[in-house]
């Protein structure tokens, strides 16, 4: 059996990733056209709460209504906005490293859950944001 997927730092009390100084985030996302984009961010999100809950080092917060879900993976985070045609992936972190880790990750699992429709995530990157 395969190593579980190590995710980045746990989250702590700091909200999005980020520093209080200000400084500008690291942002890609992605826009998935499917059907399915409720449902994809359900199994995404509830994936991510298994692991959080059967791996003490993987201390995630994962937050979900139907339609928005935010992972809080502590070096970053993910959001994830189901439309009626498309589901909507933004990672943000602080440095390169946790950027591309992050979105690896998300990639990875959402084009397993969406193999039956061959689902692919495209990353583009997104104009930064300043964290006040």
């Known amino acids: 059996m395969a190593d579980p997927p190590r995710y980045p730092d746990s989250p702590d009390d700091s909200g999005p990733a980020g520093?209080?100084?200000g400084n500008a985030m690291l942002i890609t996302e992605?826009?998935?056209?499917?059907?399915?984009?409720s449902d994809y961010?359900?199994?995404l999100c509830r994936h991510i709460e298994r692991v959080a809950q059967s791996h003490s080092d993987a201390r995630?917060?994962?937050?979900?209504s139907a339609l928005h879900?935010?992972?809080?993976?502590?070096a970053g985070t993910c959001t994830l906005d189901a439309e009626p045609t498309a589901l909507l992936v933004r990672?943000?972190?602080d440095n390169e490293?946790?950027?591309q880790r992050i979105a690896g990750l998300v990639a990875d699992r959402?084009?397993?859950f969406g193999r039956h429709e061959r689902l692919t995530l495209t990353w583009t990157t997104a104009s930064p944001n300043v964290i006040s």
């Open 19 to 21: 520093d209080a100084a």
């Open 30 to 37: 992605s826009r998935v056209t499917t059907e399915h984009a």
């Open 41 to 43: 961010l359900a199994k």
């Open 60 to 64: 995630l917060r994962v937050e979900r």
């Open 69 to 74: 879900g935010t992972v809080n993976f502590g």
């Open 91 to 93: 990672v943000h972190a």
């Open 97 to 99: 490293e946790s950027l």
């Open 110 to 112: 959402l084009e397993t």
